[in-house]
């Protein structure tokens, strides 16, 4: 069955450090899909990235980069230099190639606050 | 570009009166819509998702239930609604992508049940 860990519950960080979300992922298929989403406090979800399982290479966009590990089922998220707008909760989301509708299985989320 | 609209915003509903949650989405044909709800302090549960007009499917047994009466309108209901209905639901949509086989899954503003 699959399953996503966010085993980081909260984080609080000062402005302009930077900081890594956590999330490690468990599924039986080799062909799988991992996403980022993140929830402010007005609630709406954000789609930030989506990873295929056959692409390791890392990402970086702006202040924000992603590593995908599959050797440690892991697909970590860093912050970098963060700011008090990057404050909200974040998923970490998996799913498997189904070719249709898919069901996303979300990790718990991280609340990330960013003091100023 | 697609937007996905949902209504209404908020809710406060005494136990035992009936729901009804209705989530549209604009620009886009034959997406797949799915709803979800947050409870407090926890993860997102997938109650249901639908492929297309009259299609659902349920994922949790429940109070709840789904109807798809257009191609983009997706209806939450329920004939008595419980304490436990109370929580954050969000809608969200795809569709498949040419030359993916799994698709990203893009969310609403969501609306805040409480129920009483």
């Known amino acids: 069955a699959q399953k996503v860990t966010q085993a980081q519950t909260e984080i609080s960080v000062v402005e302009k450090e930077d900081v890594t979300l956590d999330c490690v992922y468990e599924t039986r298929d080799t062909t799988y899909y991992l996403f980022w989403y993140k929830q402010p406090p007005s609630g709406e979800l954000v789609f930030l990235i989506r990873r295929n399982s056959f692409d390791e290479q890392n990402e970086i966009s702006g202040r924000y980069s992603w590593n995908f590990q599959k050797s440690t089922s892991s697909f970590n998220f860093t912050i970098t230099a963060s700011q008090v707008v990057d404050s909200a909760v974040y998923f970490c989301a998996l799913s498997e190639e189904g070719g249709g509708s898919e069901k996303l299985v979300f990790g718990k989320g991280t609340k990330l606050t960013v003091n100023p | 570009s697609q937007t996905i609209h949902q209504w209404p915003a908020t809710l406060v509903q005494p136990v035992g009166s009936p729901l009804s949650l209705e989530c549209t989405v604009e620009?886009?044909?034959?997406?797949?819509l799915y709803w979800y709800r947050q409870a407090a302090g926890r993860g997102l549960q997938l109650l249901f998702y639908s492929v297309g007009i009259g299609q659902i499917s349920s994922e949790v047994p429940q109070n709840l239930s789904a109807s798809r009466p257009q191609d983009r309108q997706f209806i939450l209901s329920s004939k008595k609604l419980l304490l436990s209905d109370s929580g954050f639901y969000l809608c969200a949509w795809s569709t498949l992508g040419v030359g993916h086989s799994t698709d990203t899954q893009y969310f609403g503003p969501g609306t805040r049940l409480t129920v009483l």
């Open positions: 620009g886009t044909s034959n997406p797949n």
